[in-house]
């Protein structure tokens, strides 16, 4: 299995719904995945310290909030950018909002890698336009099962050897695996609150965000 390590609703159509349709290959590895069509996956976040480098990925859940993992390390002179598709072009019409508060999970653990999640306050409203607005959050009683096609989406490494990072968010389908298959490639390192997700054939860490369709929306998983 192989993962892309970075993360990430319309007010009028609801959460989850994006109003420009992604279009998905299928069974595509998400390293050598594919490039996403522009805007349909309006809750990505892009996370950039104050020169502009992307550094992680996260998710808009509300005008006010984004979710992210706690790995990531953000911090309040970080800066939340929404709307993004090309990081290499500057005439692209982004949001660039600062960051009023970090929640981060206080039991998570860099060598274990649970409670992997951070929760970023905006200190301004996001604007809800047809490129940016919010995925739904799953419900607690909500299940995921192993064969579940999700989609990741980021702007991670395409080639294991590649230097440098693509400029057009990339996305690419993975099914979902059980835990008990998960833990026959890592063992006691998967947790049960955890969520696998890859390609037969080769092998990889958990996932840390997908996107999962349902009858009322994407869900970030």
Same mark, same amino acid.
């Given at each position: !299995?192989?993962?892309?390590?970075? /993360? &990430?609703?319309?007010?009028?159509?609801?959460?989850?719904?994006?109003?420009?349709?992604?279009?998905?290959?299928?069974?595509?590895?998400? =390293?050598?995945?594919?490039?996403?069509? @522009?805007?349909?996956?309006?809750?990505?976040? &892009?996370?950039?310290? *104050?020169?502009?480098? %992307?550094?992680?990925?996260?998710?808009?859940? &509300?005008?006010?909030?984004?979710?992210?993992?706690? %790995?990531?390390?953000?911090?309040?002179?970080?800066?939340?950018?929404?709307?993004?598709?090309?990081?290499?072009?500057?005439?692209?019409? =982004?949001?660039?909002?600062?960051?009023?508060?970090?929640?981060? *999970?206080?039991?998570? &653990?860099?060598?274990? !890698?649970?409670?992997?999640?951070?929760?970023?306050?905006?200190?301004?409203?996001? *604007? !809800?336009?047809?490129?940016?607005?919010? =995925?739904?959050?799953?419900?607690?009683?909500? *299940?995921?099962?192993?064969?579940?096609?999700?989609?990741?989406?980021?702007?991670? /490494?395409?080639?294991?050897?590649?230097?440098?990072?693509?400029?057009?968010?990339?996305?690419?389908?993975?099914?979902?695996?059980?835990?008990?298959?998960?833990?026959?490639?890592?063992?006691?390192?998967?947790?049960? =609150?955890?969520?696998?997700?890859?390609?037969?054939?080769?092998?990889?860490?958990?996932? @840390?965000?997908?996107?999962?369709?349902?009858?009322?929306?994407?869900? %970030?998983?």
């Amino acid at each position: !299995m192989a993962f892309l390590w970075l /993360l &990430s609703c319309l007010a009028f159509l609801g959460c989850g719904l994006p109003a420009i349709q992604p279009a998905i290959s299928g069974y595509a590895r998400i =390293v050598n995945g594919e490039t996403a069509v @522009p805007g349909s996956w309006p809750w990505q976040v &892009s996370l950039q310290d *104050n020169t502009g480098f %992307h550094f992680c990925g996260g998710s808009l859940i &509300s005008e006010n909030w984004v979710v992210t993992a706690a %790995h990531c390390s953000v911090s309040t002179s970080d800066r939340v950018v929404l709307g993004e598709f090309d990081q290499g072009s500057p005439a692209e019409d =982004v949001q660039v909002l600062q960051i009023a508060q970090v929640f981060k *999970n206080r039991k998570f &653990s860099r060598v274990s !890698m649970k409670n992997d999640i951070t929760l970023l306050k905006l200190a301004t409203p996001a *604007n !809800m336009t047809d490129r940016v607005s919010p =995925v739904c959050l799953p419900a607690a009683t909500d *299940n995921f099962p192993g064969g579940l096609t999700c989609v990741t989406t980021g702007w991670g /490494l395409t080639d294991p050897s590649a230097q440098n990072t693509p400029d057009q968010l990339q996305q690419a389908a993975l099914p979902l695996l059980t835990n008990t298959q998960c833990k026959t490639y890592w063992g006691f390192r998967i947790a049960d =609150v955890m969520i696998c997700a890859g390609a037969a054939g080769r092998r990889g860490p958990p996932t @840390p965000a997908c996107f999962c369709a349902r009858l009322s929306g994407h869900t %970030h998983s």
